[in-house]
């Protein structure tokens, strides 16, 4: 409700009688379009209280309006701005339409806009969608899920939970991901060196908030995780672009790089590159790790989907060897559940773990404490293992079904390699089809497909996407 009591301010001084201020102060509204048809005024009781006169007054303006065709009332609803104002001149209310205080900016200056808008899916007017590689909500345990969360907001000690919950994440669903973690990972660590965020990318913005100052360089793969390289040039640094082929990054490049100046930060996706899919070799793993205990390299590994690899037993992640502390592990639950259920965490020592509670209390005070609990339950009950293995094999069937229809169907225009794991296929195409071109037919008969220009950034041309299965 709009604040009547400040909006009206009768003058009890002024020869206009009181309730014809009133009235030709909802006129003014109403033509300025603060009050738009359809809107409910308040009652002639409550609005006598707002303003602190006498009943019979309001009626009197209310009537005025009436008269003049600027309100009516409908029976159940009450009181309402008229569908069909009167045309008055020379302010017609729908030519003078009141402008919004939320145009452009122009009291201070926008940075330069370093994000790759295009990458934006626009799905509206698509009958299907060939996206990035989301885990299907269908079979998400998400009804477990709210039935432990329900269950919990009747417990007597939610109150105190739900206000006062711990600043690094539930405890309990760090102590479960601990142990599923030294499990599937063999990741030797405390629930001390574990943060809770809302999603994998935030764990990335705060770590890196954390290690970068202007002007930093960081170790990026070409192509890369492109919301990656985007964060570490908001807070001004310079990629050093190292490449990818089959066998994951170029690890020699690294040492390279590092033997003319340590580079303030290398970011890696050894498992499951992204976008390419690819996984580090063992024996570049090997060597990667001795450069980190070299240089005393800081790391961030990023280890989105680590749990979907159908091939063979995935290699483990570099957080689960002796690393010195250097490497900072980010993990998502996000790809278990559904992109719109925002689990992250984040692995480190415990002094980095402490500096990224303070970072992320600027960004996000807390997390949703009952809800990690509830996760907490799913975990320690065993129903997120069995979800996994119920997911693996659905997506090991969706996957080897894609690669096998892209060889029916587009085996001439189309090159990739089966991927281990994860839910997408680096896709690259034949050179003379044109990916924008494509994108664009595609989409007038229904369908939306990335045009690559998210992949494109740099002298690189990649004319591929991740189909997501």
């Known amino acids: 409700m709009l604040p009547f009591k400040t909006l009206i301010v009768p003058d009890k001084k002024s020869a206009i009688p009181v309730y014809l201020q009133i009235a030709n102060k909802f006129v003014t509204l109403i033509s300025e379009g603060t009050l738009k048809p359809g ?5 002639t009781r409550e609005m006598a209280s707002l303003l602190q006169l006498h009943r019979k007054t309001i009626v009197a303006a209310y009537e005025e309006l009436f008269v003049q065709d600027w309100i009516e009332t409908i029976p159940r609803k009450g009181v309402l701005v008229s569908q069909h104002l009167p045309d008055i001149k020379p302010r017609i209310f729908k030519a003078n339409k009141k402008r919004s205080a939320y145009g452009l900016a122009t009291g201070f200056s926008l940075p330069d806009n370093i994000l790759n808008s295009s990458f934006r899916i626009n799905a509206s007017g698509h009958r299907l969608i060939i996206n990035d590689g989301f885990p299907d909500i269908r079979i998400a345990p998400v009804d477990l899920l709210v039935k432990e969360y329900r269950r919990l907001c009747h417990r007597p000690a939610v109150q105190r939970l739900a206000i006062y919950g711990e600043q690094a994440g ?6 479960e991901l601990v142990r599923f973690l030294a499990d599937t990972r063999g990741i030797d660590c405390q629930p001390s060196n574990m943060l809770m965020s809302r999603g994998a990318q935030m764990s990335l913005f705060i770590a890196a908030g954390i290690i970068l100052r202007p002007g930093a360089t960081v170790i990026v793969a070409e192509p890369n995780y492109h ?12 990629l050093v672009k190292v490449p990818v082929d089959h066998n994951g990054i170029d690890v020699d490049m690294i040492e390279k790089i590092c033997k003319k100046k340590k580079p303030d930060l290398l970011y890696i996706i050894p498992h499951h590159h992204h976008p390419t899919t690819v996984t580090l070799g063992g024996d570049r ?3 990667l790790l001795q450069l980190i205990r070299q240089y005393n390299l800081a790391v961030i590994e990023d280890d989105y989907d680590y749990d979907f690899h159908y091939s063979s037993s995935p290699i483990l992640p570099l957080a689960s060897a002796d690393h010195g502390g250097n490497v900072i592990y980010i993990g998502s639950l996000t790809k278990t559940l559904s992109p719109s259920m925002r689990f992250g965490y984040m ?9 990224a509670i303070r970072l992320r209390r600027m960004i996000n005070i807390r997390g949703d404490d009952l809800m990690e609990e509830a996760l907490a339950t799913l975990f320690h009950d065993g ?10 094999k659905l997506y090991h069937q969706r996957r080897d079904y894609l690669c096998a229809l892209l060889k029916k169907e587009l085996g001439d225009v189309v090159s990739f390699e089966v991927p281990q794991g994860g839910m997408a296929i680096w896709v690259k195409f034949n050179k003379k089809y044109s990916l924008p071109a494509i994108s664009r037919k595609a989409s007038q008969k ?13 002298s690189v041309n990649q004319n591929a996407i991740r189909m997501g299965f």
Request: avoid cysteine.
């Open 285 to 287: 793993r090997m060597k």
């Open 383 to 392: 129903s997120m293992q069995r979800h996994l293995k119920k997911s693996v």
């Open 446 to 458: 229904g369908l939306y497909i990335s045009d690559g220009s998210a992949y494109n950034i740099g």
């Open 347 to 355: 692995i480190a020592a415990e002094n980095f773990i402490n500096e």
């Open 227 to 238: 919301l990656a390289d985007q964060i570490f040039q908001q807070y001004g640094a310079k």
């Open 39 to 43: 809107s409910a005024l308040p009652s």
């Open 170 to 175: 539930s405890m309990n669903l760090r102590k």
